[in-house]
């Protein structure tokens, strides 16, 4: 099995130590680095070449959007998943918009912060339900959803939970051109201009109903 190497960055040195203790309770998880700000983790990724950053949002010098934006710019291939206190949804969209793989709350329990990193360092996208629901709440209406086919539906369901085409596609046994079809389709149906947004709706409006067996 590939360990996962994982670089914290938090301001906070408690809380650096705090989520290494945790990072390490996961025997594929190596915790490689810790940086006080954007900035110093921005120097220390070409040497340590982490597989994934944990991030908080608010931090001084540079804070995680700043990190999110520049790792975008200069490491494309380095997913980065934000944990903070803050469920501000200009921030939270803002930071999804600049590439983050991911917005999770910091009461969010061991397990499910494990299987984010897990989930954010094969390609995947983790959305808090909590600040989907958040974002969602201002364009939700009364109209009925539009009616999907299996496929679409199934897909749907992977496409909620952040999975990347390529693991839809062989969980599903289905070719990798018709999944990308079907997540045009479902864009097209459900009225969203990006996969970002795609992904906060089918999250947010409860047409997931959870990961398939085996994952």
Known sequence: MTRIRALIV??????????????????GIDV???AENGSRALAMIPSLRPDVVLT????????GLGLVRACAASHPELPVLVLTTFDDNALVRSLLDAGAAGFLL????????????????SGGLVIDPRVA??????????SPAPALTPTEQAV???VALGWPNAEIA????????????????????????DRTTLALHLAGSGRAPGKPDGR
């Not at 051109?177 to 459900?190: C, E, I, W």
């Open 106 to 121: 910091k009461d969010v329990s061991t397990d499910e912060l494990l299987s984010a990193l897990r989930h954010v360092a």
């Open 10 to 27: 938090d301001d906070q040195e408690l809380l650096r130590r705090g989520l290494r203790m945790i990072l390490e309770t996961d025997a």
């Open 32 to 34: 490689v680095g810790q």
């Open 156 to 158: 749907a369901d992977l």
């Open 133 to 142: 629901r958040a974002l969602l709440a201002h364009v939700e209406n009364d």
């Open 56 to 63: 908080d949002a608010r931090m001084p010098v540079m804070d």
């Open 170 to 193: 062989a969980q599903l046994h289905l070719a990798h051109g018709t999944v990308k079809n079907t997540v045009s389709a479902l864009l097209r149906k459900l009225g969203h201009d």
